[in-house]
């Protein structure tokens, strides 16, 4: 089993920057890819930003692009989400999430997650 513990989150005003950690525990070798969702009231979880282990590649959602960077510590098996220029429609549960199989996929079809960190951006 994997263990995924989110850290990071809070308030912030428009414009501001949050970084998000995602630190991983367990048998952690089984992990091919690390992504970051949200989940905003009333509406479905999204897909962020995603990291593939085995060849390194990142994947975001067109609304992150420019603004947020997904990143890893190999040695202390943790994934960031470094999230810049933040807006109000950024407010959300933030989860991690990782997957057995290679690759990066966008649909929440993930082996293990988080338990979430809130995120708001006020105007």
């Known amino acids: 089993q994997v263990q995924l513990v989110e850290s990071g989150g809070g308030l912030v005003q428009a414009g501001g920057s949050l970084r998000l950690s995602c630190a991983a525990s367990?048998?952690?070798?089984?992990?091919?890819?690390t992504s970051w969702f949200r989940q905003a009231p009333g509406k479905e979880r999204e897909f962020v930003a995603g990291f593939s282990w085995s060849g390194g590649s990142t994947v975001y959602h067109d609304s992150v692009k420019g603004r947020f960077t997904i990143s890893r510590d190999n040695a202390k098996n943790t994934v960031y989400l470094q999230m810049n220029s933040l807006k109000p429609e950024d407010t959300a549960v933030y989860y991690c999430?990782?997957?057995?199989?290679?690759?990066?996929?966008?649909?929440?079809?993930?082996?293990?997650w988080g338990q979430g960190t809130q995120v708001t951006v006020s105007p």
């Open positions: 999430a990782a997957r057995r199989a290679s690759g990066v996929i966008t649909t929440p079809n993930y082996d293990y």
């Open positions: 367990g048998r952690t070798f089984i992990i091919y890819a």
